[in-house]
């Protein structure tokens, strides 16, 4: 067990002839005492000061604990919200593809209709072309015939009659 101040300012010496000066040992004991009571207050000081930062440590280390586990639950939200991104990113582009095949389906059909219209108006111009030309042709044909003068000579003799009737 180790000495305290009070056990050494308590403790006596025997007595003997021609020993140590009493006051020169009290003196050394005196100042002995004051050294340990100092070195003691400061183990214990030390002590306080050790227990002070053990427990800062104890919270420090509790703190880097829960920011390594934010951390970790950051990555693992940011690695999914970046998952989810990619997925949404391909149904959009899906999405996309598919309005894009949809449009061009789309003005494939149109293209095809106006095409077949296209090609029923041509077949209606030929149509009309032709009757249109054996319309003039009937009507030349007609022209060139005789019966044609002589509608022309019976028209002259109508308009003569025609004319007296005006006057």
């Known amino acids: 067990m180790p000495l305290t101040p009070l056990d050494i300012h308590n403790k006596e010496f ?64 940011a690695e999914e919200l970046r998952r989810n991104a990619q997925k949404e990113s391909q149904l959009i582009v899906k999405e996309a593809e ?6 061009v389906n789309d003005a494939l059909t149109k293209s095809r209709k106006v095409m077949m219209e296209m090609e029923e108006l041509k ?21 060139a015939t005789d019966d044609w003068d002589e509608f022309a000579g019976d028209q002259s003799n109508d308009e003569v009659v025609f004319e007296e009737e005006k006057a």
Not at 43 to 54: A, D, G, I, M, R
Not at 98 to 103: C, E, Q, S, V, Y
Not at 132 to 140: G, R, W
């Open 123 to 143: 077949k209606q111009a030929s149509v009309y072309k032709m009757r249109f030309k054996m319309l003039i042709e009937a009507q030349l044909e007609m022209l």
């Open 14 to 77: 025997t007595r003997a002839f021609r020993g140590y000066d009493e006051d020169e040992v009290n003196e050394f004991l005196d100042q002995v005492i004051k050294d340990y009571e100092a070195v003691l207050r400061e183990k214990k000081e030390l002590f306080e000061q050790v227990t002070s930062l053990e427990e800062k440590l104890d919270h420090f280390n509790n703190i880097e604990e829960t920011l390594n586990k934010s951390i970790l639950v950051a990555q693992e939200a």
């Open 98 to 103: 598919k309005n894009a095949n949809r449009i």
